[in-house]
């Protein structure tokens, strides 16, 4: 192979990834919390020395960008790279530095001024992290709107032209959607379940065989624990882990963050073994990603196929479900209520709670929206777009973490992930009888043929164009749920 020698140079860097994320997982998992102290500077020591030997990589890119004959997996690698090595040449040292002392200090004030329901408290740290994510615009460079160039760096290649079309034809009918079930009244807008309590280690017992229902490698590729957030880690493409909570009532909560997780997982898990300590070895993108998870968590965990097969399981171990018949525990696993919360959204709701948030970003970053106009701006899109209004600030705009974290440019590929995953339940053929048959192995091995076998060899619109012959189209999300909740 002609990049041996690159991908020789790389592996520094793939063992530096690899601490990181055990660190990172047992940070979250394991470690007692006065060890917070020493393990952050571990991990900013170790932020140091991956950016060093991931520069010494530059030449031997450099050397091989304009090869002949490379394979499509080497210039998926060089591909990789360049996006890396770009923000690292563009970005000098100073303001990254300066970004991460801010976020670090803005994450705990953004915790108080949650809890306490203050914007003013968090302003002046926001303001500050607009001002630098402005900085690393101008510095990443970009054609079109300045909010490109991050969104580029959770979503290769995706432009707020892409986000604009992806918006304009879901949110007048995603209204559309939503007044008919809210008029009609075939899915609840609460459920009295959602306050039942649940004994823990039932539940825990529950999603262990849930975990056996998908046909998860546990024990030999993959495990599952407790963090008070749930999340996805992949040490390699044999250890990956998920975690799930616990919040003691409402069931479905804790039952769909384990399938959202193990979608993520599974992604990770059928990577080609090939790709494995190459920087391709990882899934493409945020939204890509994302939709995988969704699709797990949603086209198959709330569908009827998947109720009727758990159900039994859920009856004879929950108690009080013997209250509920299946079509019950159906109508709770899918109520539709425009609400407050993003991470309490439903299917029908949740892209109004992302594009709000789009809108938001994207004025912030081209200098059109004041960070002291957010909370009343904010208000008024949850209005316009779902008739509700917050409260207070911690039910609006202090809600999410990650402006505090600089994460500016993320939130679009929760959308993306919507909208890949209704491509996916479009382009699957027999989903339905897939899922009643418990054949869900015949699944997976579509998803690896069409998204996951490659992870990042080709960016997200090509990978996407390879497998379904489209892109971001929003039109197959729209008829998945017309059918679900119209049809």
């Not at 970005?91 to 306490?116: G, Q, Y």
């Not at 990956?240 to 997982?265: C, L, N, P, Q, W």
């Not at 070895?281 to 109720?307: D, K």
Request: net charge negative; with cysteine; proline share 5%.
């Amino acid at each position: 192979m002609k990049i041996d020698d690159l991908l020789r140079e790389y592996k520094f860097v793939w063992a530096i990834d690899h601490a990181n994320s055990l660190l990172g997982w047992d940070l979250e998992v394991n470690m007692p919390i006065e060890a917070a102290s020493a393990r952050g500077e571990a991990l900013a020591y170790l932020a140091l020395i991956r950016r060093e030997y991931l520069l010494r990589l530059r030449d031997l890119v450099n050397k091989y960008e304009d090869a002949k004959d490379l394979t499509d997996f080497e210039k998926g690698v060089i591909r990789v790279l360049k996006r890396e090595l770009k923000y690292y040449t563009s970005i000098p040292p100073e303001i990254i530095e300066e970004l991460n002392r801010t976020t670090t200090k803005a994450a705990v004030v953004w915790r108080e001024a949650k809890k306490e329901s203050n914007f003013e408290k968090f302003k002046p740290y926001l303001s500050k992290i607009v001002e630098l994510e402005r900085i690393i615009t101008d510095k990443l460079g970009y054609e079109g709107h300045p909010y490109n160039a991050l969104l580029d760096l959770y979503e290769e290649g995706f432009t707020v032209n892409d986000a604009d079309n992806v918006f304009n034809t879901l949110l007048p009918n995603l209204k559309s959607i939503l007044e008919k079930v809210l008029s009609e009244g075939r899915y609840p807008s609460k459920h009295p379940l959602e306050e039942v309590p649940y004994d823990v280690n039932v539940m825990k017992s529950i999603n262990e065989e849930l975990l056996r229902i998908l046909e998860m490698p546990v024990g030999t590729r993959f495990r599952m624990d407790v963090s008070a957030h749930p999340f996805t880690t992949s040490m390699s493409i044999n250890d990956v882990r998920i975690t799930t909570r616990y919040e003691g009532k409402d069931f479905r909560s804790t039952m769909f963050s384990v399938i959202h997780e193990s979608g993520h997982a599974m992604y990770e898990l059928m990577i080609d073994p090939s790709l494995e300590m190459t920087p391709v070895g990882r899934g493409v993108s945020m939204g890509v990603h994302e939709s995988q998870s969704r699709f797990w968590e949603n086209v198959i965990g709330r569908s009827r196929e998947f109720v009727h097969l758990i159900y039994p399981l859920l009856r004879e171990r929950l108690p009080f479900l013997r209250d509920y018949d299946e079509d019950e525990v159906y109508r709770y696993f899918n109520i539709v209520r425009p609400s407050l919360i993003r991470v309490d959204a439903d299917e029908v709701t949740y892209n109004f709670h992302i594009a709000l948030r789009y809108e938001i970003e994207k004025g912030l970053i081209a200098g059109k929206l004041d960070v002291s106009d957010l909370p009343s701006l904010w208000n008024d899109f949850m209005d316009k777009y779902l008739g509700v209004r917050p409260r207070n600030d911690t039910e609006g705009v202090l809600q999410d973490i990650h402006w505090s974290q600089g994460s500016f440019g993320y939130f679009p590929t929760y959308t993306l992930g919507n909208v890949i995953a209704g491509m996916i339940y479009a382009k699957l053929p027999g989903l339905k009888d897939k899922v009643a048959g418990r054949r869900f192995n015949e699944i997976k091995e579509f998803l690896r043929d069409r998204i996951c076998k490659y992870g990042a060899i080709y960016p997200p619109k090509e990978l996407l164009m390879r497998s379904f012959n489209d892109t971001y189209n929003p039109t197959y999300l729209l008829n998945y749920l017309r059918e679900k909740y119209l049809g």
